[in-house]
């Protein structure tokens, strides 16, 4: 009994640290009216260049993932940004650098501490859209070790317009089930032709107990 006790506290302190950030302070959208968030032309070191909705201030000149329309991903980055040269660091005086997943690993772990409430991931790998139908696809795992299964919130974006008749997009969470210890949830969710990176919610089943995970 009290080895079980000691590892269910154990659980509970990892699960209470390692949370990223209290759900209701995030979000992320374009500003209709902003000159440096919204449409832009990307120049691509493939020589490609893509109209996108940057969204987060993504480090540019790191590696992301593209998706392309006939449904394939690779993995690129920007040389110019409107014809502006991206200088080291992704700024090209107007983008702050960020920190776009390295291609090691595309996964990033979660954590959620067991009190009822949805809690926000650190920002996961970031990724560009084909479309304005593109549909991003999200994988949680549940440690196999974890006490308490959770369930999942995931980033998506949604395009508005204005009044004026300008468009811009908002991001949104979007529910797509949960699972105990051992196993994963999956879904997609609209992303459109935003560049940004992608995130999750999650809350633990427990109100006593954390739990915690990856996701890509």
């Given at each position: 009994?009290?080895?079980?006790?000691?590892?269910?506290?154990?659980?509970?302190?990892?699960?209470?640290?390692?949370?990223a950030?209290p759900?209701a302070?995030?979000?992320?959208?374009?500003?209709?009216?902003?000159?440096t968030?919204g449409d832009h032309?990307l120049?691509?070191?493939?020589?490609?260049?893509?109209?996108?909705?940057?969204?987060?201030?993504?480090?540019?000149?790191?590696?992301?993932?593209?998706?392309?329309?006939?449904?394939?991903?690779?993995?690129?980055?920007?040389?110019?940004?409107?014809?502006v040269?991206i200088?080291?660091?992704?700024?090209?005086?107007?983008?702050?650098?960020?920190?776009?997943a390295?291609?090691?690993?595309?996964?990033?772990?979660?954590?959620?501490?067991?009190d009822?409430?949805?809690?926000?991931?650190?920002?996961?790998?970031?990724?560009?859209?084909?479309?304005?139908?593109?549909?991003?696809?999200?994988?949680?795992?549940?440690?196999?070790?974890?006490?308490?299964?959770?369930?999942?919130?995931v980033?998506?974006?949604?395009?508005?317009?204005?009044?004026?008749?300008?468009?811009y997009?908002?991001?949104?969470?979007?529910?797509?089930?949960?699972?105990?210890?051992?196993?994963?949830?999956?879904?997609?969710?609209?992303w459109?032709?935003?560049?940004?990176?992608?995130?999750?919610?999650?809350?633990?089943?427990?109100?006593?107990?954390?739990?915690?995970g990856?996701?890509?």
């Open positions: 009994m009290k080895k079980k006790l000691a590892s269910t506290m154990v659980a509970f302190a990892v699960a209470t640290v390692a949370f950030v759900a302070a995030q979000g992320s959208r374009t500003d209709p009216d902003s000159p968030v032309t120049t691509l070191t493939d020589g490609e260049q893509r109209e996108l909705n940057v969204l987060d201030p993504v480090n540019l000149t790191e590696p992301f993932e593209l998706a392309q329309p006939d449904g394939r991903i690779k993995k690129v980055s920007a040389t110019s940004v409107d014809g040269q200088e080291s660091g992704g700024n090209a005086s107007k983008f702050a650098a960020g920190g776009a390295p291609l090691a690993s595309t996964w990033h772990t979660w954590a959620a501490p067991g009822g409430n949805w809690h926000t991931s650190v920002n996961g790998k970031a990724i560009g859209g084909s479309s304005s139908a593109y549909q991003a696809g999200y994988k949680v795992t549940i440690d196999t070790n974890a006490l308490s299964g959770a369930c999942v919130k980033k998506g974006f949604k395009q508005l317009t204005t009044p004026a008749g300008k468009k997009y908002d991001s949104f969470w979007k529910s797509i089930g949960c699972a105990g210890p051992g196993g994963e949830v999956t879904g997609t969710v609209q459109g032709s935003v560049l940004a990176y992608e995130q999750i919610q999650v809350k633990s089943e427990s109100y006593l107990i954390g739990s915690a990856m996701f890509q």
